[in-house]
């Protein structure tokens, strides 16, 4: 089954990984930003790596989400609470993945999560009990993303309701990646943190994108 995936901010570097990656498995890509002529710029990239396949289109944050099945926050979390505000009325009964990530520049490398306990956390905070918020993808590089070759890594998926979050695993798989059941919202904190231990580990081994394997599971 194939969705239209409206991703807000997804004119950015991680917007556009997870639009070209979606877009290559038939998923509808709607790019969204704050500026029209950014999206439709983004598009056009993506366009050319894609060799002219795929559905995309570019528009505001608002005409996206408007549009879209499921909507996908990829902005950076210094303007996640106010791009949440804003697009609110219009997430009531949707699907979020939030990609987000609570990193406060310069300490990038120190977990630092807001007070609502995540990213994930604040924005079903302002959401509200209507939006399905779902953390994913926090620790998969752009650079494996927009790379078009193989992922090796694996995600860990947490938030509102089961059936999200397989629905989410579902959309991971799609593109071959490896997803994990983490459970419940409240565990977003550790998905969010693993962030910031990431960056630290490619500073360390001088590497672009460490990443995570779960093993020891048989499935």
């Not at 993808?137 to 993303?145: D, P, R």
């Amino acid at each position: 089954m194939t969705y239209k995936i409206a991703i807000i901010g997804g004119t950015g570097r991680q917007g556009r990984g997870l639009a070209y990656r979606w877009a290559q498995v038939g998923h509808e890509i709607l790019i969204g930003s704050r500026k029209v002529e950014s999206a439709l710029a983004a598009v056009e990239e993506l366009r050319e790596r894609l060799n002219g396949e795929g559905k995309l289109s570019g528009m505001t944050n608002a005409e996206a989400v408007e549009a879209g099945d499921i909507a996908v926050l990829t902005v950076p979390f210094e303007h996640m609470r106010s791009t949440l505000e804003e697009l609110k009325d219009l997430l009531q009964g949707k699907l979020l993945i939030n990609v987000c990530v609570p990193l406060v520049p310069p300490k990038v490398t120190r977990v630092q999560m807001p007070p609502e306990g995540s990213g994930a956390l604040m924005a079903q905070t302002i959401l509200g009990d209507n939006a399905r918020v779902v953390d994913a993808f926090q620790n998969v590089s752009f650079e494996h993303l927009l790379s078009g070759e193989a992922i090796d890594t694996d995600v860990l998926v947490a938030g509102y309701d089961k059936a999200a979050r397989e629905l989410v695993i579902k959309l991971s798989e799609d593109i071959g990646i490896k997803a994990w059941d983490a459970g419940v919202i409240q565990n977003t904190m550790v998905v969010e943190g693993l962030t910031s231990i990431l960056i630290g580990l490619n500073i360390q081994h001088k590497v672009p994108s460490s990443g995570i394997r779960i093993t020891g599971i048989n499935e």
